[in-house]
């Protein structure tokens, strides 16, 4: 069994920052896997917004490019999303996520929300 915990959501006032954490747990070593965050704001559909391979490389949605900041630790199985400048268009549950096409899985956690208010 497989687990993604997600961490660090609030509320945040615009040109603020938050860091979101995401710990897996069980039968999941993640330096295999390509992690990454997806968001989704009410009535919209999901979206990716970050994303990191096995080998680090990173891929950001354009709207988040220069603000946003995905790494992992293989060691400790958690992937961290640095969000700086938040914007109120940024407030969204925001998902973690760990893809391996090789071993056809796909996990999602249940999400943590962020909003982004003054």
């Known amino acids: 069994q497989v687990q993604l915990v997600e961490s660090g959501g609030g509320l945040v006032q615009p040109g603020g920052s938050l860091r979101l954490s995401c710990a897996a747990s069980?039968?999941?070593?993640?330096?295999?896997?390509?992690m990454g965050w997806y968001r989704q704001a009410p009535g919209e559909q999901r979206e990716l917004v970050a994303t990191i391979t096995s080998g680090k490389s990173t891929n950001y949605a354009d709207s988040v490019k220069g603000r946003f900041t995905i790494s992992r630790d293989n060691a400790k199985n958690t992937v961290v999303l640095q969000m700086d400048s938040l914007k109120p268009e940024d407030t969204a549950v925001y998902f973690c996520?760990?893809?391996?096409?090789?071993?056809?899985?796909?996990?999602w956690g249940q999400g943590t929300q962020v909003t982004v208010s003054s």
């Open positions: 996520n760990a893809r391996s096409s090789v071993r056809r899985e796909n996990y």
């Open positions: 069980g039968s999941i070593i993640i330096s295999i896997y390509t």
